[in-house]
């Protein structure tokens, strides 16, 4: 057979027939790559947040441009925690006020520019190569950020804070899989095993799967507002010392889907029982700046760690923050850093050898957080504001989470525990039985049928409870609260009419 | 550390290693005032970082454009270039809520991969689409993102991923962390760092017992090598890969970066696509960078922008891949907005076009003519060998070390060039990285110096070098 050398456009499932064939069966022949190939591990990864109800609700939007047969012209998009996208907020003027000097500094020669964030801009690039933001920096990230994020962790807890345990990173995503890689033990039989929420926010389960390690499931109490109950740790890790190698225990706090803000007292215990296993705490504290209900309060864990004394305060750790939640909400700047609590010196040189090899986080990212974690302080020119700015933004939130979880509790059958904090409600439905069945012969779960459903008809996308992992028999799906109000109000009545509906049609 | 990741600690990275650690204490020392050091300053030629070595300063374009993504308020002043206002207002309108604050699109923003297919389509004249162009943190991000696509997790008979040598250590480090197992293949210093098929064939068979070979990773133009491919080896390459049924990995982030009268960049898909049946329908992954593209001209290390283009990807691997990647949501919206900026230039006419033409220019002749200086500088050292620097942004010259002085540096458990780098160090104050770093042919010693200094800050680095060399052969004869 004869080649032809003509230009087939990639992904042509044309075939040329006559003198020179190119069938697609001669492509699949030399194929490096097919799903036979592919790393099994990648393929046990899901992600609900951006997953297959997502897709569909990316398809309908589309649809909606032309002409089309949904029931609704616009699909509300309560999925994931993007604050700016959602129309929660527009961005904090000071923060980019300061990453555009830090981009263009000429710009801070107009009499416009605020003073205070201009000196702000002067003090980080003086730190940059070439005073530059497009110069690599230190792998860790740049000195002053890691000093201001070490001031306010020692203002914050009362404890102090070394800028050299300090590690920005690309959102908090990327430092979390970085810490969990460390504990890591390559050992098929007996694979490292990570205890994790149930429901947890699914970065976790992902990364876990990814990286071939057990997933040590511990559930958190609905009945008792999210609370981690010690005798259910107890099990889960008994339950797993078969399988695998107990290394660490992650806890989100406030909660992601639940938005629980956990007690000092649950805190305490929770270090306790980690130290009892000698596990390595992975604390997910990027919501510790969104905690709404009156009488909630933050802990840190670090502080409490602290406080406990020995030998609780000698306890390895890591804490999270983010640039993407909060009052700022700066998602797209793939803001992040950890703080490594108690690391052995001789690991901590690991880690930092082990981050080089991709030199360094994004420094526009790196900027975000340096001028959210140093606002504008009383007396400064952008103080004002910035003060009214972030009030705007935070009471807004507060309201919608009162709001929320009043408006799901008012409709039959369904049942949300208070939104104590983070972003998000996590109702709970009871569904029919035959509507389960349904589902189940559909091979899917229960409450991604549900929400599939609540999408087709409402336009209303949420993200299904399975997705998260929830106590086998339950069934919830999680919203954010990030729409604005009317939008909320209107999105839960919208809810409450396909919900009813629901019941009937599958009674 | 007993029961820290064990492939952790195999990991290792020459280009931010001890040396560089090193050189940053010596450099405090310095700062702080009292010291024996023979010199007053440290000069950093161990990393392709334009903006940090004094090369360049940015491109005004690229930065209001950032800058009005950033900000908006300030594209409505006067004084900003209305073309860059519409990039902007371009880019914004694809943003959730119009801000770059948002999440974007796991594969990321729409209007950028689509610049990007363009100029992948206008640079190679074969089709791109935007659907298998994938925006991450910097091309590292997307190489260790693929590389892990191509593992078996079977430790017995792990996956094999030929590597040059020498080669960029990001390669030979996720490789460790996966480990997987490393084919390391041979480039002919003779023959300005090409790649003999006979060598790529040795190495592979050599490897069959121990692993499951899968891909091949080429970096064209080198690093630290610095060679531009021919044509012909290209497509030599590409025979041996389907031949042997290799994923390709063509990290061609230098690709703007050719500096030889002579040396032309060929794409690796350009290539594959005019070979015509079956080669064209062979599966790899191209690589580019704003970090390095940011190495072309722009040098914009800092934003990690950077990109993947999967040529030939099987759609359910390609879902798998959408999938694999959603799970970090999206790199960094600004470092996207680099890349964006970068792939589409002002063009002839445009308000902005006259200056950023003189910028480029400046940096690009800068470059090119450090290329030459720098490898003639060393070939009139005695005792040093420098191939041609065609591309890229490193030279990476050969040493002869005196046997006594290997001896000495084996009794302290160093690498011959390592004990060579830190005594240059230690008595100049140049920071450059050994060749062990980057691997080498047994036997051979070399160093990679960045080309980035400024030209008379060059001169100056290499006098220093022929000094200490002249003295470090007399010493260890």
């Not at chain 1, 190939?37 to 897709?55: D, F, S």
């Not at chain 1, 000698?278 to 009488?295: M, T």
């Not at chain 2, 690709?255 to 040396?263: I, K, R």
Request: proline letters at 6%; glycine letters at 8%; one cysteine or more.
């Amino acid at each position: 057979m004869l080649a032809i050398r003509c230009r087939l456009p990639i992904n042509s499932s044309r075939i040329v027939s006559a003198a020179g064939v190119i069938t697609r069966k001669e492509q699949k022949r030399h194929a490096s790559l097919t799903m036979e190939t592919l790393n099994p591990l990648v393929k046990e990864v899901e992600y609900a947040v951006r997953g297959p109800i997502v897709i569909r609700a990316g398809e309908i939007e589309k649809k909606l441009k032309g002409s089309h047969n949904f029931p609704f012209d616009r699909v509300i998009r309560a999925n994931i925690g993007d604050c700016h996208a959602s129309g929660n907020q527009v961005p904090i003027t000071y923060i980019r006020q300061f990453v555009a000097g830090c981009t263009y500094p000429e710009l801070m020669k107009s009499s416009n520019f605020p003073s205070d964030i201009k000196s702000r801009v002067e003090r980080l690039l003086s730190v940059c190569g070439g005073k530059s933001l497009g110069a690599y920096t230190e792998s860790q990230g740049i000195i002053t950020i890691r000093e201001d994020i070490a001031a306010y962790i020692q203002q914050r807890d009362g404890y102090p804070s070394d800028p050299n345990n300090i590690y920005l990173c690309n959102g908090a995503s990327d430092g979390i899989k970085t810490i969990i890689k460390l504990l890591m033990n390559n050992n098929l039989e007996k694979p490292s095993g990570i205890m994790i929420p149930v429901p947890q926010y699914p970065l976790y389960s992902a990364t876990l799967s990814e990286y071939g390690a057990y997933q040590i499931e511990y559930y958190l109490d609905e009945g008792n507002n999210w609370a981690l109950n010690i005798d259910e740790l107890e099990r889960a890790l008994n339950q797993s010392k078969d399988r695998c190698v107990p290394r660490g225990m992650v806890i989100i706090n406030p909660g992601n889907p639940t938005g629980q803000v956990l007690s000092r007292d649950n805190i305490e215990n929770v270090i306790r029982f980690a130290h009892k296993h000698q596990l390595f705490i992975v604390a997910d504290e990027v919501y510790q700046e969104n905690v709404h209900l009156p009488g909630s309060k933050f802990f840190s864990f670090k502080k409490t760690l602290m406080d406990l004394g020995a030998p609780y305060n000698q306890m390895e750790m890591a804490s999270f923050h983010s640039a993407s939640k909060g009052w700022h909400g700066e998602c797209g700047s793939r803001g992040g850093y950890y703080e490594l609590i108690n690391i052995d010196k001789d690991v901590r040189v690991q880690v930092n050898k082990l981050i080089s090899a991709c030199l360094c986080s994004t420094a526009w990212g790196q900027a975000v957080m340096a001028a959210i974690i140093n606002p504008p302080k009383e007396g400064e020119p952008s103080y004002e504001l910035y003060k009214q700015e972030r009030s705007a933004v935070v009471n807004r939130l507060r309201e919608k989470a009162e709001l929320v979880g009043r408006l799901f509790n008012s409709v039959e059958g369904v049942q949300c525990n208070p939104v104590m904090g983070a972003m998000y409600a996590f109702p709970r439905i009871e569904l029919p039985k035959k509507a389960i069945e349904h589902a189940k012969s559909k091979n899917m779960a229960p409450d991604a049928f549900y929400c599939f459903q609540l999408l087709e008809k409402t336009g209303i996308c949420v993200v299904p409870g399975s997705g998260f992992k929830q106590s086998p028999g339950t069934h919830h799906f999680r919203t954010t609260i990030l729409p604005p109000v009317d939008q909320m109000k209107d999105m839960v009545e919208k809810f409450r009419t396909f919900h009813l509906s629901f019941l009937r049609e599958w009674k | 550390m007993a029961n820290i990741n064990p492939r952790v600690i195999k990991v290792e990275y020459a280009v931010r290693g001890p040396i560089v650690i090193r050189a940053g204490e010596i450099e405090k020392q310095i700062k702080e005032g009292q010291h024996n050091f023979p010199f007053d300053r440290v000069i950093r030629a161990n990393i392709g970082d334009c903006h940090a070595s004094g090369n360049q300063v940015p491109v005004t374009y690229i930065r209001q454009f950032l800058a009005g993504c950033t900000y908006p308020p300030l594209i409505d002043s006067s004084d900003f270039p209305s073309d860059i206002k519409q990039k902007v207002q371009r880019l914004l309108s694809v943003c959730g809520g119009k801000s770059l604050g948002s999440y974007t699109e796991s594969q990321g923003l729409i209007t950028v991969r689509e610049d990007i297919a363009k100029y992948i389509q206008e640079r190679d004249g074969y089709p791109s689409n935007p659907s298998d162009i994938y925006l991450c943190n910097g091309a590292s991000d997307g190489i260790k993102t693929v590389i892990k696509l191509l593992m078996n997790n079977d430790p017995k008979k792990p996956s094999g991923i030929m590597i040059p040598v020498p080669q960029y250590p990001l390669y030979s480090a996720t490789l460790s962390e996966y480990g997987a197992h490393q084919i390391e293949y041979y480039l002919d210093e003779d023959n300005n760092w090409a790649l003999n098929i006979d060598e790529l064939e040795r190495a592979l068979n050599q490897s069959k017992e121990h692993c499951v070979p899968r891909g091949i990773v080429i970096i064209n133009p080198g690093n630290p090598t610095g060679q531009v491919l021919s044509r012909e080896n290209i497509e030599n390459i590409v025979r041996f890969a389907e031949k042997h049924r290799l994923f390709i990995l063509a990290d061609e982030v230098y690709q703007e970066n050719t500096y030889l009268p002579g040396s032309k960049f060929f794409s690796f898909k350009k290539v594959l696509m005019d070979l015509g049946a079956p080669y064209n329908h062979m599966e790899m992954a191209s690589f580019h960078s704003a970090s390095k593209a940011s190495k072309g001209w722009h040098g914009e290390c800092g934003s990690r922008g950077g990109y993947y283009e999967l040529i030939n990807i099987d759609k359910d691997v390609r879902m798998q891949v959408n999938k694999l990647i959603s799970a970090s949501l999206c790199s960094a919206a600004w470092g996207q907005a680099m890349m964006g900026a970068i792939i589409n230039p002002p063009k002839e006419g445009e308000l902005s076009y006259e200056l950023y033409k003189k910028e480029r220019s400046d940096i690009v002749s800068r470059l090119k003519q450090k290329a030459d200086l720098v490898s003639q500088l060393f070939n009139s050292v005695e005792g040093v060998r420098c191939n041609a620097v065609m591309g890229a942004m490193y030279a990476f010259p050969r040493i002869e070390i005196p046997e006594k002085a290997i001896q000495h540096a084996k009794s302290k458990n160093m690498a011959p060039d390592a004990f060579y780098c830190f005594q240059f160090l230690e008595k100049t104050g140049v920071c450059v990285v050994p060749g062990s770093g980057f691997k080498q042919k047994p036997g051979t010693h070399h160093l990679r110096t960045t080309i980035l200094p400024p030209v008379d800050q060059m001169k100056v680095m290499v006098e220093k070098f022929r000094k200490f060399h002249m003295e470090f052969l007399r010493e260890w004869k």
